[in-house]
T-cell receptor, first 113, second 110 residues
Framework: QKEVEQDPGPLSVPEGAIVSLNCTYS??????FMWYRQYSRKGPELLMY????GNKEDGRFTAQVDKSSKYISLFIRDSQPSDSATYLC?????????????FGRGTSLIVHP | DAGVTQSPTHLIKTRGQHVTLRCSPI?????VSWYQQVLGQGPQFIFQ???????GRGNFPDRFSARQFPNYSSELNVNALLLGDSALYLC?????????FGSGTRLTVV
């Protein structure tokens, strides 16, 4: 079993829909959780960074962490065609430079007009 | 302020050859990490360097090596290339929060 599991999709939604992207993990030592967006043939771009359980909102994006269930989510409201990309979850045990994030395989999102 | 820069952007090599990939971190970032991303998969950790010292190594063969220079830039070297080394190689620099990635070097081994 991989430490971080993420459904690869693709997830296809109409413009304006609410999108829910999820990851599960097995290592209870993970404390810092990140979501990255990756456009085709580009490097990942950090979207959200959260510590421990709870919600964090940034514009149309909301990151949610449930450590008791080892489950994290990213919600995108009013989705746009420009949101079409691969979304990667990542997590690490600490905030120091020696803590290496572990990535999920990414979920491909397609928002069609 | 410049982001993480990687060179070259694309590279085609033949099996058995050697390749060197380069990365310049964001100004002020002392940590550089290298990842390999195969199509359809998430980034896999290869190396992390901090202040010119290796801080971590992923599960990659000894054909892969790296180093960090006094100006914090870094090189990733891969010897005896295999077809399976074809991938997007990503460099990331970091302080505490998250990693900032470069656009990567796409390596194709033929």
């Amino acid at each position: 079993q991989k430490e971080v599991e993420q459904d690869p999709g693709p997830l296809s939604v109409p413009e304006g829909a609410i999108v829910s992207l999820n990851c599960t993990y097995s290592n209870s030592a993970f404390q810092y959780f990140m979501w990255y967006r990756q456009y085709s043939r580009k490097g990942p771009e950090l979207l959200m960074y959260t510590y421990s359980s709870g919600n964090k909102e940034d514009g149309r994006f909301t990151a949610q962490v449930d450590k008791s269930s080892k489950y994290i989510s990213l919600f995108i409201r009013d989705s746009q065609p420009s949101d079409s990309a691969t979304y990667l979850c990542a997590m690490r045990k600490g905030s120091g430079g020696s803590y290496i994030p572990t990535f999920g395989r990414g979920t491909s999102l397609i928002v069609h007009p | 302020d410049a982001g993480v820069t990687q060179s070259p952007t694309h590279l085609i090599k033949t099996r058995g050859q050697h390749v060197t990939l380069r990365c310049s971190p964001i100004s002020g970032h002392k940590s550089v990490s290298w990842y390999q991303q195969v199509l359809g998969q998430g980034p896999q950790f290869i190396f992390q360097y901090y202040e010119k010292e290796e801080r971590g190594r992923g599960n990659f063969p000894d054909r892969f090596s790296a180093r960090q220079f006094p100006n914090y830039s870094s090189e990733l070297n891969v010897n005896a290339l295999l077809l399976g080394d074809s991938a997007l190689y990503l460099c990331a620099s970091s302080l505490d929060e998250g990693y900032t990635f470069g656009s990567g070097t796409r390596l194709t081994v033929v």
